[in-house]
């Protein structure tokens, strides 16, 4: 006989999600994270928009004796950060011989389920476009395992290589990631195509913008603090890309074009990515920010007291 008791209740009331994307108050953002050949690099805009435009950090960082994380968040901050405290809480409370990626990863999931099952699947909002969804990029370094590149979906973590692009801004954060040539670039090459695709994506909507802010975890563990990217410098940047590739776009679709009439396009090329390049003073930000890092790195490399 079949039995009509009813199944297990949901810990959260079920309700029919038609569009699954971050809330209409924080579009656009983006959170990204790559590699490169000496650790992982973690970047995020800093504006909050809803009523009134806001600019808060997106980034974050926990250490406990040698293990590290560092987080980029996008999606509800409130909610976010009262997930940080939880990971924070959680990963402190494992014991020093036991900082496993495994450990590490189940105390993180672990502050996830808590908000997510406590605060967003029930909240009044769930289901709808407003939900207070967020999600992470995590470079996580633990003392047994190495150093790793994860990101969170809801209340789930998983490796994501190399590189990851999260938030409504992702989609275009991924296509101009095919520049990246993977973990066995420096950091002043990774650094600066960072710096390219948060500035693509803030001009592209003013729903984005900000500061863009950096955080780098060490393949040893060690971390920097949040480094600042001024606004005004990075859209010289974003705006002389465009300008210096047009023409070469257009001439490469040009079969009728002779060898001849193609160079004096490469050299304008040139002349105008050199205009560029002193104007925005790029080169010399970049190289800024790497020596601040490396400088940074000796200082923090040796893991936190308890």
Known sequence: MISREPRNKLPYPLRVCRHKRLARNNAVTIAAGFRFN?????????????????????????????????????????????????????????PEDHLSKGKMQDAVEAALRFV????????????TDD?????????M??????????????????????????GTGAYLGDYLSRMYTGRSDEIDKVLS??????????????SCGGESEFIVLWDDGGTSPI??????????????????????????????????????LLDRAVRSMKEFRQAAQLGGLVEGLRKRLARLKRITASPNEP
């Not at 973690?42 to 950090?57: H, I, N, P, V």
């Not at 195509?193 to 003013?206: C, E, F, P, R, V």
């Not at 005004?232 to 776009?249: A, D, K």
């Open 38 to 94: 000496t650790g992982i690099i973690l970047c995020a805009d800093t504006q909050y928009s809803g009523a009134a435009k806001t600019f808060e950090t997106k980034l974050f960082q926990i250490r406990h004796r040698a293990a590290s994380l560092v987080l980029a968040l996008s999606g509800r901050y409130v909610f976010a950060k009262r997930a940080v405290e939880r990971m924070e809480a959680n990963i402190v409370a494992i």
């Open 116 to 127: 997510y099952d406590n605060h967003v699947y029930t909240h009044p909002d769930w289901g």
């Open 131 to 139: 939900a207070p969804i967020f999600n992470f990029v995590i470079g």
């Open 141 to 166: 370094y633990s003392p047994i395992d190495g150093d790793f590149l994860l990101a969170s979906d809801e209340t789930l973590t998983a490796d994501m290589g190399d590189s990851v692009c999260l």
């Open 193 to 206: 195509l960072a710096i390219y695709i948060l500035q693509q994506t803030k001009s592209y909507d003013q």
């Open 227 to 264: 480094e600042k990217l001024g606004i005004t410098m990075g859209e010289r940047f974003s705006e002389g890309f465009p300008t210096v590739i047009q023409p070469l776009f257009y001439a490469l679709a040009d079969q009728k074009m002779t060898d001849d009439e193609l160079q004096p």
